[in-house]
């Protein structure tokens, strides 16, 4: 009996540390696993998010349409120049740990990229007839990104209703000073193509809020 | 409604209380126009101000200028009176308001009015649609909408405020929206510009009306923004396979990042029955399609239309037609083969004549042709390629064929694909022809040539179709041109397919075919006329008179050339005029002549052939012609009437003159005495009376010849007188002078000195003899008694020819003045005086002398002087 009591005494501590174990497990893992409640799953939200994917996936087609046109009317070497770094540019890195977090990212980021756009596209008038393609392009794109910023903020109050939206300042410090022509070349293709590699991370990070009955 | 009323009354009525400067005041009132709605019920009242010296019973309303009914009025108090009227549309909307007094006063009138412009509230817009064209790569964004305004005009100045917004389906704080007024009246579109059109977003749009009356929303449109957008059609072109039934349409879509659907349509060339490829058949990210199942070498016309993804937009117009040929293929039926016998009197000249075949797949370059010709058991072979002319209806080949040859003919039709099948016939031996239809008919169908007939009487060969042959009928038979179809055997009507020409004559053959093993032969054809549209012929009928007679003539006149006609002549009228009576006679279209009957002898007649269809106459030339004075015969029975009478009158004096020839004989020729029978030649008082000289009575007659004249006359006025008394037989001897043998002396008749004068250088006085015996009698013993003769005439030897004695003898005759006056007598002048009696023979004295009463003698023989 002893023995008995002697062997069920270690199984029982082994047992109760089993299950301690298994505790701090499923809250380990409950605790690195916030999306699951940032799911977009009511009807709402799945709507918002089908018509953000929709038109985030348009606009990454349109900004690479319109990257190849800028590189075609802006010369052979604007490869090159595109790869250059430039640090007033908004990255395309989608920063945060939760869902919230980099939703809330691409929504500042998206803010981020708008002045820049506006700033490209008044450049492209001076430097071609203000009906050139890129300007029309630029334009286009800027009325896009006016179409999702909204979108984007509605799932992020719906995913997070109490988490505050920042919204960037109106004139990022980041805008580059007076530029050359070359500069200007080269910072607008640099925006095109940090824009369209946003986009495209962008896409991914909306694409995973769907809930498995949102089939797009 | 009525609280409302009442509040306003009351509002008018403070308003009124609180005073004006003048002494009259309405209310409502504005510097501008008062706008109120046509139907509605306006109320104005009008105040009278403090310092008026007028009550509220001197005020009156007028309404452009006409009072309005007391009734309308509503006295608020003493110094305020209102009016209630319904606006009417008629109305112009000046509405005043005045006092006066009715007696005498010195009081200065009070006027006060306003201006009401009337109207109607705005209708409220339906069936709003809008819709974004493609321009470039992207929509435009220029949204144009479309609405019904609906008919009743407002009267007013008129506002159509476009409204559009984006649609997130959740509130935003700061809508995105756009709007862009329309002032045109009953306007019916307006473009709102959306600075960039919106893309996978949803977009409301509506349409507000405003006037001074008020405004109006159309009900919203609340879609997603593709659904406003209408993309153009995609750039087509269609490539030709290799494979003969299919081709490759490749097209472009110059849009940016959508996804569009497209179907494909497509149809041969000039058709209008088009085939769809369902957008299904498409994928998305497909710019080509191969349509398959095609007609070799057939022209295709392709199109395209899209449309964005799972049917968000419009469809697109259709793309222009991108046209292109399928690759060639073998020949699929066979030539529509055909002949034409023209038959002489020992041979037959066949022509063969095809078209290529319905299916050809490609271009016919030529055909195969193989005539096997057999007579009396002998076979001979031709065969021959005749090139294939495009510019030809149908290839012809002619050749010649005896009537007892019988020839079957095998075709093909080779292409750069191949050959096609063969097509047969059969000319068989002449004469020999199956039977035809029968009954064949004609109609017109939609104004097209509906044929009907009969099938022909069983025989043993199979009916296998019918062919229908027609040409048209023209003025050179060697532009005739050659048509024909088939039809099924079972088929006993059709419609000819073909272009007839209207007042144009068509001949139309129908041909039974039958299928002797793997030949076909044709039956005997039948032939019927046919017009598709008749007319009035293109010219009249010539005609002529070919008998003319005394109250008849007859007209004949010739038939007027075929493609003359323009149709079928029903009938031909003549119309033929003399003065002013015109007469016509009409006759079946069969006859070419027409016996005019009861017309005017000797008369001129104007004629003309009138030719008639059913679409209308033509009239002929017009020619004249005069009737005969006589009719047939008439003249003939004249002259046979007038050569009898000739003949008869001839034939009797003839017989007149044969009858009487010895009258005549003496009449034209009077026997001269011939001296030398006279008896005095032998009379010498040396010489005794011969004999043998018959004893006569020989009487002296005195003779006085005359001039011609006078004895003419004489022998014209006593001739029956005297052919009594010439038959008398006397005998007559001359004796002038003394002896007759003497020469004849000139003597003066002692009885006739009246012409004595003109007889005594023409008179020869003779002595005549007369015996007593009278025609042979013997005459009585008396010696014979000369008588003196006075005559001109010679003597002729007549007393050396006795034998004329006996004509002399027998006549005898004297002229005495009795017979000069019997001439008289004889004209009717005298004849109491002297009149002439016969005496008879046996009274006759022998001897003549002037006897108390004249008298003749029957005589039988005379003579005139010579």
């Given amino acids: 009996m002893n023995v008995r009591n002697m062997i069920r005494l270690p199984q029982r501590s082994q047992a109760k540390h089993r299950i301690i174990f298994v505790v701090l497990f499923l809250t380990a893992v409950e605790s690195t696993q916030p999306t699951k409640q940032a799911r977009c799953e009511n009807p709402s939200c799945s709507q918002h998010l089908h018509r953000g994917l929709k038109l985030i996936k348009f606009m990454n087609v349109t900004t690479a349409q319109l990257l190849k046109t800028y590189k075609a009317s802006n010369g052979d070497s604007m490869d090159l120049i595109c790869d250059m770094q430039m640090v007033n540019v908004p990255v395309s890195t989608i920063s945060g740990q939760s869902i919230s977090e980099r939703i809330s990212s691409v929504y500042t980021r998206l803010k981020e990229f708008l002045p820049h756009l506006k700033t490209v596209m008044e450049q492209q008038k001076d430097f071609e007839p203000p009906t050139n393609p890129v300007a029309e392009g630029l334009k286009h794109l800027i009325a896009y990104v006016d179409l999702i910023s909204p979108i984007v903020n509605c799932l992020l109050q719906i995913l997070q209703p109490n988490m505050p939206i920042p919204e960037p300042a109106e004139r990022p410090t980041g805008m580059p000073p007076a530029q050359n022509t070359f500069q200007q070349k080269a910072y607008g293709c640099i925006v095109l193509s940090r824009l369209q590699e946003f986009l495209s991370k962008a896409f991914h990070e909306l694409k995973s809020l769907r809930g498995k009955d949102n089939i797009m | 409604m009525e609280a409302s009323f009442h509040v306003l009354v009351l509002l008018m009525y403070l308003h009124c209380a609180a005073g004006f400067n003048n002494c009259l005041k309405i209310l409502p009132d504005s510097i501008d126009k008062i706008y109120v709605e046509v139907g509605t019920d306006f109320t104005a009242t009008c105040c009278l101000q403090d310092d008026s010296h007028h009550t509220s019973d001197d005020i009156e309303w007028k309404l452009d200028n006409i009072s309005l009914p007391k009734h309308l009025y509503h006295k608020i108090n003493a110094t305020a009176v209102s009016v209630t009227f319904t606006v009417s549309q008629d109305m112009r909307g000046f509405l005043t308001c005045f006092t006066s007094q009715k007696s005498l006063s010195y009081v200065n009138p009070c006027m006060y009015g306003i201006f009401l412009e009337k109207g109607y509230l705005p209708s409220k817009p339906k069936n709003l649609s809008c819709l974004a064209l493609q321009e470039g790569s992207n929509f435009s964004p220029n949204l144009r909408c479309f609405w019904n305004p609906g008919n009743r005009d407002t009267l007013l100045n008129t506002t159509y405020t476009l409204h559009a917004s984006l649609d997130y389906g959740f509130e935003q704080s700061t809508p995105t929206s756009f709007q862009h007024v329309c002032t045109e009246r009953l306007a019916r579109n307006c473009t709102v510009n959306l600075s960039t059109f919106p893309v996978h977003i949803g977009l409301r749009v509506w349409v507000t009306v405003s006037d001074a009356l008020g405004s109006v929303n159309s009900d919203e449109l609340l879609r997603e923004s593709f659904a406003f957008a209408k993309p153009n059609p995609p750039d087509v072109q269609v490539l030709a396979d290799v494979i003969y039934s299919t081709v490759m349409v490749e097209w472009k879509h110059h849009i940016s990042n959508i996804e569009l659907r497209y179907v494909i349509r497509y149809c041969q060339a000039g058709s209008s029955v088009w085939t769809e490829v369902s957008e299904e058949s498409t994928e998305i990210s497909s710019e080509s399609f191969r349509l398959q ?100 209806l149908y290839q012809t080949y002619s050749m010649e064929l005896s009537a007892k040859t019988m020839a079957s003919i095998e075709i093909i039709a080779a292409s750069s694909a191949g050959v096609s099948p063969k097509a047969t016939l059969v000319i068989p031996l002449s004469n020999q022809d199956p039977s035809g239809v029968e009954r064949l008919s004609w109609s017109l169908r939609d104004g097209q040539l509906w044929v009907e007939w009969m099938p022909p009487v069983a025989n043993l060969l199979r009916l296998s179709e019918y062919l229908l042959e027609w040409e048209k009928v023209s003025l050179d038979d060697h532009q005739r041109d050659k048509h024909w179809q088939r039809v099924k055997a079972n088929v006993n009507s059709t419609t000819l397919t073909g272009h007839f020409e209207p007042f144009k004559r068509y001949n139309i053959s129908v041909y039974p075919v039958y299928t002797l093993q793997k030949y076909t032969q044709a039956g005997r054809p039948v032939t019927t006329a046919a017009y598709t549209q008749q007319g009035p012929p293109l010219e009249g009928p010539t005609a002529n008179i070919t008998k003319s007679k005394k109250t008849s003539a007859e007209v004949k006149w010739t038939e007027i050339p075929l493609h003359r006609q323009q149709g079928f002549i029903t009938n031909y009228t003549i119309f033929y005029k ?29 004629v003309h052939v009138m030719a008639s269809t059913v679409a209308g106459s033509r009239n002929g030339t017009d020619f004249n012609f005069k009737t005969q004075k006589y009719a047939d015969g008439e003249v003939e029975v004249i002259v046979v009437l007038v050569c009898l009478s000739f003949l008869f009158i001839t034939v009797f004096i003839i017989m007149l003159f044969l009858r009487k020839r010895e009258t005549i004989k003496q009449l034209l020729w009077p026997q001269v005495p011939d001296p030398s029978v006279s008896s005095i030649a032998h009379w010498s008082p040396d010489f005794p009376v011969k004999a043998n000289i018959p004893k006569e009575d020989v009487s002296v007659v005195e003779v006085d010849v005359f001039d011609g004249k006078s004895l003419c006359e004489e022998d014209k006025a006593v001739l029956p007188l005297k052919k009594d008394k010439y038959m008398s037989e006397e005998h007559s001897s001359g004796i002038g002078g003394s002896s007759c043998m003497s020469s004849p002396r000139h003597s003066v008749s002692d009885s006739d000195e009246g012409d004595s004068g003109q007889t005594t250088t023409s008179t020869v006085q003779y002595s005549s003899v007369v015996a007593s015996g009278y025609k042979g009698q013997t005459p009585n013993h008396q010696p014979p008694v000369f008588a003196r003769s006075e005559s001109t005439q010679p003597l002729l030897d007549c007393e050396e020819h006795p034998e004329h004695l006996h004509d002399s003898r027998n006549s005898y005759f004297r002229r005495a003045k009795g017979v000069e006056l019997g001439g008289l007598v004889q004209e009717g002048e005298e004849s109491n005086e002297s009149s002439l009696t016969f005496c008879p023979m046996e009274e006759m004295s022998p001897i003549v002398e002037d006897p108390p009463t004249p008298c003749y003698m029957p005589q039988q023989n005379s003579y005139r002087p010579q």
């Fill in chain 2, 578 to 606: 003399t003065g002013n009576v015109e007469k016509s006679v009409t006759v079946n279209s069969d006859n070419r002549s027409c016996v005019l009957t009861n017309l005017t002898s000797e008369s001129e007649y104007g």
């Fill in chain 2, 293 to 392: 199942a095609l007609q070799p070498y057939t022209l295709y016309d392709v199109q395209m239309r899209c449309i964005v993804k799972n049917h968000q937009s419009y469809w697109s117009d259709w793309s222009r037609n991108a046209t292109n040929r399928t690759a060639e293929a073998k020949p699929a039926s066979k030539p529509d083969l055909w002949r034409i016998i023209q038959s002489t009197s020992d041979s037959r000249n066949v022509t063969l004549l095809w078209k290529a075949p319905v299916k050809a797949n490609g271009i016919i370059l030529r055909y195969d042709l193989k005539i096997t010709m057999k007579k009396d058991s002998k076979f001979k072979e031709v065969i021959t390629s005749v090139d294939h002319d495009p510019h030809r």
